[in-house]
């Protein structure tokens, strides 16, 4: 490893929100810990998103403004390490800034928030539900067609304070709960897969820098946690392959099954038709490599792939595994979502 710089502190660029500032601080605490010697500053960058208050402005067609102007900061070298949300990341980054090792994802579930102990199957007959989100709003429609989805914006806190007075329950991410780890006078119930398939990206966090920056990029090697990479990689190859924007009622997981198998499950909402098309593969590894890739920590995931080289190959067939899958969906998609997509 490359000697490290005494005295030069590592700008890390994040938004200033307060669930992102408790992400990026995790980040740097890790790192901290890695490199006592070393002084890492948290760098909050205001972004366009962030101006985007309204309940009425749609939450999936701003995810982008969360993300260039860390990524111009970048660029101009005013920070050095950006942390984003990895569902907020475009499918082709800036040239000149690459992604750097994925650290452990958290659960990607989407939770529905009620009074009363109310799941989504429970909830009484036109129940208003809370979320911007345009795949959220999809799955809903489907699952339950007398439901009355309406946009809803601001911090957790804000979102949270509309249960139970604006809305009847309202739909976040978990991740974003959990890391915030604050009380919630709520009942939270997660909704399973099988009703609602997380985004590409959900619960997972993203490290972007100079692509010329080897220093950051030697200091951010022992973060990789190799099960949430390569579960990145096939989401990152299935939004690329699907030529999609955020504004599209798709959703993709990437997951080990018990026989270590790489596995994704992806789906596309026809919300014209209010039906569901999904498509499932999965990718069978060496059997030197199962299990220790299922494993969750970073130790285990290193004995099976201890070279770039290897490690290189393995993401190139996560990332083609998620091609696949969008492959497959684009064949059977409707019109509509083609015609919308220019394909």
């Not at 920070?79 to 040239?95: E, R, Y």
Request: glycine share 10%; proline share 5%.
């Amino acid at each position: 490893m490359a000697q490290i710089e005494r005295g030069k502190p590592i700008r890390v660029g994040a938004r200033g929100s307060q669930l992102s500032t408790v992400q990026t601080q995790s980040v740097i605490d890790k790192l901290q810990r890695l490199y006592p010697d070393i002084t890492f500053e948290f760098k909050p960058i205001s972004t366009r998103g962030d101006f985007f208050t309204s309940d009425s402005d749609k939450g999936d067609g701003i995810k982008g403004q969360f993300v260039k102007e860390i990524e111009d900061h970048l660029l101009a070298g005013t920070i050095d390490l950006g942390v984003h949300s990895a569902k907020d990341l475009a499918s082709k980054l800036p040239d000149r800034l690459v992604l750097g090792p994925a650290l452990e994802r958290a659960e990607p579930w989407d939770v529905l928030i009620s009074k009363d102990g109310l799941d989504l199957g429970s909830l009484p007959d036109g129940s208003s539900i809370g979320t911007s989100s345009i795949r959220r709003q999809a799955f809903l429609s489907v699952y339950r067609q007398d439901l009355i989805v309406e946009p809803l914006r601001g911090n957790v806190g804000t979102r949270l304070g509309k249960v139970g007075t604006k809305f009847t329950a309202i739909v976040l991410a978990k991740a974003g709960l959990t890391r915030l780890n604050e009380p919630i006078n709520f009942t939270v119930h997660d909704i399973p897969k099988d009703i609602m398939l997380p985004a590409p990206g959900q619960g997972q966090l993203a490290l972007e820098y100079r692509e010329s920056d080897e220093f950051i990029a030697e200091i951010l090697q022992p973060l990789q946690h190799l099960p949430s990479a390569l579960a990145m990689s096939a989401e990152r190859g299935f939004t690329g392959q699907m030529g999609i924007g955020c504004t599209e009622p798709i959703a993709a997981y990437c997951y080990f099954n018990p026989d270590g198998h790489l596995v994704l499950e992806a789906a596309l909402v026809d919300t014209r038709q209010g039906e569901i098309i999904k498509e499932e593969q999965s990718l069978a590894f060496g059997l030197a490599e199962t299990g220790k890739l299922s494993g969750n920590s970073i130790g285990e995931s290193k004995q099976s792939l201890n070279r770039d080289l290897s490690l290189a190959r393995y993401l190139s067939l996560a990332r083609k595994l998620g091609q696949s899958v969008a492959e497959a969906l684009l064949r059977v998609a409707p019109d509509w979502f083609l015609e919308e997509q220019g394909l």
